[in-house]
């Protein structure tokens, strides 16, 4: 298998309130808040990123919060229609206790290709599964408020649903270098060579009903991750070559991205491994404070005006006791 694509990078979604989607990942599902940032491409809105205790690659999940006002995710065909987390064996009873005592709606346990798994969506409505697994995982955040028997290990894996798995299956397979693993009714599995967390993909066929719509709740899109800039280059002259119609490269101050479509109508990014979090805040302070690019410093101000206050929960800090 190649090297040139290790996995899922991060995942990027829409939520509502910004201190609902901080107290809901870090409060309550027990992510590192990894980062504070805005969109880059829309100033006005933030940027939250979730992952584990470094934000290592596969662990990532983000989100812009575009306000609780705004449109609704419409779901089908051409998104990720679902996001799923490691959990350690046995900790499935746990999270449908707190999930329980939060009030919120659990579908399952279920079990899916010999593993067990539950479903329930976050409160912008995103569809979550916790998957039980020994599935190589990321590297635990030790302050959050799930103890580590129980706590989320990183991205699992990620659901495409499509209306024909064939073209979506080729590129993964031909251009993104994953391989067949598995397939369930009309659920079909693909591994990357990487063995860290991320690793897996799953293409859900749905042949029949609409697209989907991207809204609140909904994943805007899907990294996949590369070493390095020189790879990530090659990758984009080769699916440049193949008819796709590909971003420049550009710079996202953790990682440089490259964005296209997919043929079942996913948004995909091809996003480097370095530099990583740790760029522009320490290891120990992540997420404590509104970090922006240089080329938005300027504007800081004006920024932050516009931003809505979040209290960035105590727990977020490395040494503080949840
Ligand atoms: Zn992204």
Redesign the pocket.
């Known amino acids: 298998m190649g090297k040139k694509i290790l996995g899922i990078h991060?995942i990027?979604a829409l939520a509502g309130d910004p201190q609902e989607n901080f107290d809901f990942y870090a409060g309550f599902l027990g992510l590192r808040l990894l980062k504070k940032t805005v969109n880059y491409d829309d100033p006005q809105t933030y940027h939250f990123y979730y992952g584990d205790a470094e934000g290592s690659p596969g662990t990532v999940l983000?989100f812009f919060p575009v306000g609780a006002n705004s449109y609704r995710l419409s779901p089908g065909a051409g998104l990720v229609s679902a996001v799923s987390w490691s959990v350690p064996a046995g900790a499935l009873e746990y999270w449908i206790q707190r999930l329980g005592t939060h009030s919120i709606e659990v579908h399952g346990p279920f079990e899916r290709f010999g593993e067990r798994a539950v479903a329930f969506q976050d409160p912008d409505g995103l569809q979550l599964e916790l998957v039980e697994t020994a599935e190589v995982s990321g590297k635990l955040w030790e302050y959050g408020p799930v103890s580590r028997d129980y706590a989320i290990r990183g991205i699992y894996s990620a659901t495409l649903t499509v209306r024909n798995h064939q073209p979506t299956e080729q590129l993964l397979i031909g251009g993104l270098e994953l391989r067949p693993m598995a397939a369930e009714g009309n659920r079909r599995r693909y591994i990357s060579a990487s063995g860290g967390p991320g690793r897996l993909v799953d293409i859900l066929e749905q042949a029949e009903g609409r697209y989907g719509i991207v809204g609140l709740g909904a994943v805007h899109?899907i990294?996949w991750r590369t070493p390095d800039d020189r790879t990530q280059l090659e990758l984009r002259g080769t699916l440049e070559r193949e008819g796709y119609a590909l971003s420049p490269v550009l710079d996202?101050n953790y990682f440089r991205?490259v964005y296209f479509r997919e043929p079942g109508r996913i948004l995909f990014?091809i996003?480097t491994d370095p530099p990583g979090f740790m760029v522009d805040e320490p290891a120990d302070r992540l997420g404590t404070e509104l970090k922006l690019p240089r080329f938005l410093e300027a504007q800081r101000e004006t920024i932050e005006r516009f931003l809505e206050p979040v209290a960035v929960p105590e727990f977020n800090k490395s040494g503080a006791q949840p």
């Open positions: 991060h990027t983000t899109h990294a996202r991205s990014e996003a």
